[in-house]
């Protein structure tokens, strides 16, 4: 059972052991702490930080930032970023004594949704390198010579990215191949190989650079710990490590400018890497964490970075789409009069105010520094951006024609120029970025497992011999006895004042009762199919499902409360209990299909369409392969060789 994942070996290894508080871990094992939700206040300096910051930010946005010419132009003009620097908006995550604004994630978040409520791009330009470019890194890892010395130029002046993916690895960050080996005097690394997708490259000062050194391995006090070898040679390993990249340096190419289907504005690149050298002092952390450091701080993006620009997006569709709804007469009655739309608008409605939920539930949570959220900002990444293409999608098809067609177009002719087809393009970019859907499911469910995987597994793994699975097996009884009977025992909420509304009651007991279900379910599952769950996605999917669902129920309930009691909003119990219907019908479906469903028939159908056992799905067409896409040489364009130009 050790080899569960076995495609994701090398990043488990990676894997940090949960530390600190965590909702969803206790979900996971039928035992969710409900008080976790329950976050202190903002302080009075949070408080004010934001109301001192968002109006100063709105008046630039209106008065300097242009998102059309954004669109138009794929560029975001250099007088929109010097000016977001002079506001502070680059130094956001960054200590004041760093010369940042030591915003909180709350605020954090709220900066990016206002932003990307009027660019996205710009949203996700700034958020580059507060996310996962070279300040987080330093700040988590560095040491306080790096962050004197980087971390006041990265918050007034210099932008800076992360480079991990390359053209063959994608999410499979642990299998990439840029190496950097350090040099005969010891001082320098030497710099080889290529990065991909590499957001604000092209603008960037620097680069936080994830490679492979060759290292020896040594122990210390009993933890391993690896020293880079000179040239390379008897290296045991080649190590991931992180590096400050001075993209002036020598050797550094910038190959392409990468373009894609939405998104436009923001700066990719495909770089490659010819015998650059970094400095040894520009490590981060230790040599062979560079993993460990690549995935921690992609929870920063995940918990707040995407969810807030995929809130932005959403809300900006909201009105211009209710607009559209109610001024829009079809066969002599308004759009909105029909009962098919009213059923979209209401879906719309749900949907935006459970991603604000989570988002903000999220966002508080991390805030406690306490609390462990990794689990939780997966969760938060994949539900906004999965609801958010929804939520698009559905206004588009209010917007109907109109939906389709670009906003310039619709300018010429007079038409209100809202470009919901632009929002709809760009979305998919954030159900990609900093983990793929499908990539994060697997991640979500090995946690969903962790508890039988690290006291089970040993018995459970196929290959572990008789005698060892008895000896094993005698101590999981004296835990697994008292552990299952606990799972049909209901467990009292807290004595809080919140759990005590009846509204709120209702929607944590389904979840309470839910989770000691799927602990009992998952414990079945994991006797029945042992080692074949290794391969199961479907059934690791469904794990993530009802996991982010009961999540959703609780953090909508709690946040519909706090509007209730605080706002006088509740109207709002409207929208959570049309999720709650949703996601009480989902999580049933799901947990019975853990234990039976026909994914096996489905994937029998696609293995024999990957052989090519379907040859009449292509008849009737001019044929082609992927391969066949390859242009044949050519001379390339002007605008071709502006793009491809080495920088």
Known sequence: MATLFKEFERIEAARERLAGRSFMVG????????????????????????????????????????????????????????????????????????GGLGFSHTNYGRALMLMASWSNALALTVAVPQSIGIAMPILMFGNEEQRRRYLPLVAREAVSAFALTEPMTGSDAANIATEAVLDSAGTMFVVNGEKLWCT????????????????????????????????????????????????????????????????????????TFTDVHIPTENVIGEVGRGLKYALTILNVGRAVSIPAICLGMAKQAWQPTLDRANQRFTFQKPLGTRQTQRMRVGR??????????????????????????????????????????QFLKDAQIIFGGMGYETAHSKRLRGEPAFGIEQLVRDAEMYRIGEGATDVLRPFVAREGLNLHLER????????????????????????????????????????????????????????????????????????????????????????????????????????????????GHPEVWDLVEENFRDAQQRVERNLRELLRNQDAAVASV???????????????????????YLRQERTPSTDEKREQQVI
């Open 27 to 98: 979900l996971f094992a039928g035992k969710p702490d409900f008080s976790l939700f329950l976050t202190p206040e903002e302080s009075p300096e949070e408080q004010a930080d934001w109301e001192e910051f968002r109006p100063r930010l709105e008046t630039f946005l209106m008065t300097q930032v242009d998102p059309d010419e954004i669109e138009r132009t794929a560029k975001i003009p250099d007088s929109v970023l010097k000016g977001l620097f002079a506001l502070g908006a680059f130094g956001m995550k960054i200590p004041k004594q760093y």
């Open 200 to 271: 604000n490259g092209p603008i960037a000062r620097y680069v936080t650079l994830i490679v492979r050194v060759p290292a020896r391995r040594t122990q210390q006090n009993g933890r391993t710990r690896w020293t880079p070898v000179p040239n390379g040679k008897e290296a045991d390993e080649h190590v991931h490590t992180a590096f400050i990249l001075d993209m002036r340096t020598p050797g550094v190419h910038i190959r392409q400018h990468c373009r894609f289907e939405g998104c436009r504005g923001i700066e990719n690149a495909h770089m």
């Open 348 to 389: 719309m409605a749900s949907n935006l105010f459970a991603m604000e939920a989570l988002a903000f539930t999220a966002w508080r949570m991390a805030d406690q520094h306490t609390y462990d959220v990794r689990i939780e900002a997966a969760l938060a990444k994949l539900f906004c951006s999965e609801k958010t293409i």
């Open 456 to 567: 089970a597994g040993h018995v459970l793994d196929e290959q572990t011999t008789d005698v060892r699975r008895l000896t094993e097996l005698r101590q999981l009884v004296k835990f697994y006895i008292p552990w299952y009977r606990s799972q049909w025992t209901s467990s009292p909420l807290p004595p809080r004042a919140e759990f005590e509304y009846s509204r709120v009651c209702s929607k944590l007991r389904f979840v309470e009762q839910a989770s000691r279900r799927l602990a009992r379910t998952i414990f079945y599952v994991m006797l029945l199919h042992r080692q074949a769950l290794r391969d199961d996605q479907g059934r690791q999917n469904r794990i993530e499902m009802i996991g982010e669902d009961l999540l959703m129920v609780a953090a909508t309930a709690l946040y519909a409360e706090a509007q209730e009691r605080t706002g």
């Open 606 to 628: 696609g293995e024999k369409a990957l052989s090519g056992r379907y040859p009449s799905l292509t008849c009737g067409i001019i044929q082609r392969n992927l391969q066949d």
